[in-house]
């Protein structure tokens, strides 16, 4: 009787319910064990679920436009005040491109489209993505996630003086003007050292970090490089006049970019008024 013989034989006396076989001995090690809850002595493995991807866009209060910056002026009011006021205008555009929807996309929201350009000016799938809306070509587009899409429809035309009103509070997103690289003293307002008895450090960086410990440079670290031209965003501004006239909005204060940017207006998020808490 070998030994694998005897190790077998006894193992079966131990473990009723596992067979042992001395040709498949090797492989037995290899392959992965096999069990069911019918067996109190193997441990359960819980597989893992995959948490699905949700969207991350925020809510907005309202549907918005797009808008083009013309510059800035002062604004005389009735009783006298001079008000600066930020001059935007209005380019052929603004008309819902995509209606997105719970069922469709997973999220609502509003696709809208702006300014007009020619046809070879866009690719065979943006021109064939705005013939299915039965739009014109447009240059820009913009989502606008929403708590409800009700009453929106492809190829439907967003009027600024329809959707806000003189003394409505707003936000403005558009792109900086790029500044190219500054130091830390204009990109960050940092102070600079004395001009005179004997100084060497007039508009130096100073010091980064400690030596040895921890040796390096922290993440996020004030440093001198490239200013400007990133997106931001100016929050609860007021409308100060709307002229249908001329189709021009001023808006109080300064606005993003320079003259010619391309501007997104929304309603301002006012938490517990027009957007939820949560």
Same mark, same amino acid.
């Given at each position: 009787?070998?030994?694998?013989?005897?190790?077998?034989?006894?193992?079966?006396?131990?473990?009723?319910?596992?067979?042992?076989?001395?040709?498949?001995?090797?492989?037995?090690?290899?392959?992965?064990?096999?069990?069911?809850?019918?067996?109190?002595?193997?441990?359960?493995?819980?597989?893992?679920?995959?948490?699905?991807?949700?969207?991350?866009?925020?809510?907005?209060?309202?549907?918005?436009?797009?808008?083009?910056?013309?510059?800035?002026? %002062? !604004?005389? =009011?009735?009783?006298?005040?001079?008000?600066? *006021?930020? +001059?935007? @205008?209005?380019?052929? /555009?603004?008309?819902?491109?995509?209606?997105?929807?719970?069922?469709?996309?997973?999220?609502?929201?509003?696709?809208?489209?702006?300014?007009?350009?020619?046809?070879?000016?866009?690719?065979?799938?943006?021109?064939?993505?705005?013939?299915?809306?039965?739009?014109?070509?447009?240059?820009?587009?913009?989502?606008?996630?929403?708590?409800?899409?009700?009453?929106?429809?492809?190829?439907?035309?967003? %009027? !600024?003086? =329809?959707?806000?009103?003189?003394?409505?509070? *707003?936000? +403005?997103? @558009?792109?900086?003007? /790029?500044?190219?690289?500054?130091?830390?003293?204009?990109?960050?307002?940092?102070?600079?050292?004395?001009?005179?008895?004997?100084?060497?450090?007039?508009?130096?960086?100073?010091?980064?970090?400690?030596?040895?410990?921890?040796?390096?440079?922290?993440?996020?670290?004030?440093?001198?490089?490239?200013?400007?031209?990133?997106?931001?965003?100016?929050?609860?501004?007021?409308?100060?006049?709307?002229?249908?006239?001329?189709?021009?909005?001023?808006?109080?204060?300064?606005?993003?970019?320079?003259?010619?940017?391309?501007?997104?207006?929304?309603?301002?998020?006012?938490?517990?008024?027009?957007?939820?808490?949560?």
């Amino acid at each position: 009787m070998s030994i694998l013989s005897i190790s077998a034989s006894s193992s079966s006396s131990l473990l009723p319910n596992v067979s042992f076989s001395s040709s498949k001995c090797c492989s037995s090690f290899l392959t992965p064990l096999t069990h069911t809850n019918s067996n109190p002595f193997l441990p359960i493995v819980k597989s893992k679920k995959k948490k699905p991807v949700g969207v991350t866009m925020s809510i907005e209060a309202g549907i918005g436009v797009m808008a083009t910056k013309l510059g800035m002026m %002062s !604004f005389f =009011e009735p009783n006298g005040k001079v008000v600066p *006021v930020t +001059v935007v @205008g209005f380019k052929e /555009g603004n008309i819902v491109t995509q209606v997105k929807t719970e069922a469709t996309d997973g999220y609502d929201a509003v696709q809208v489209g702006y300014r007009r350009v020619r046809d070879r000016k866009l690719t065979k799938p943006e021109m064939g993505h705005i013939q299915k809306a039965g739009s014109i070509p447009l240059r820009h587009l913009q989502e606008f996630r929403l708590q409800s899409v009700d009453g929106f429809e492809p190829n439907q035309k967003l %009027s !600024f003086d =329809e959707l806000f009103n003189e003394g409505d509070i *707003v936000d +403005v997103s @558009g792109t900086t003007i /790029g500044k190219g690289f500054q130091g830390g003293i204009k990109r960050h307002n940092f102070k600079r050292g004395q001009m005179t008895h004997g100084s060497k450090s007039h508009r130096a960086l100073g010091s980064i970090g400690a030596g040895t410990t921890p040796g390096r440079v922290y993440k996020g670290k004030k440093m001198p490089g490239r200013m400007g031209g990133t997106k931001t965003k100016i929050r609860k501004l007021k409308i100060v006049k709307i002229d249908k006239d001329l189709n021009v909005v001023m808006i109080k204060g300064a606005l993003p970019g320079k003259p010619g940017n391309l501007l997104r207006i929304a309603p301002a998020k006012i938490v517990g008024k027009n957007i939820p808490k949560s």
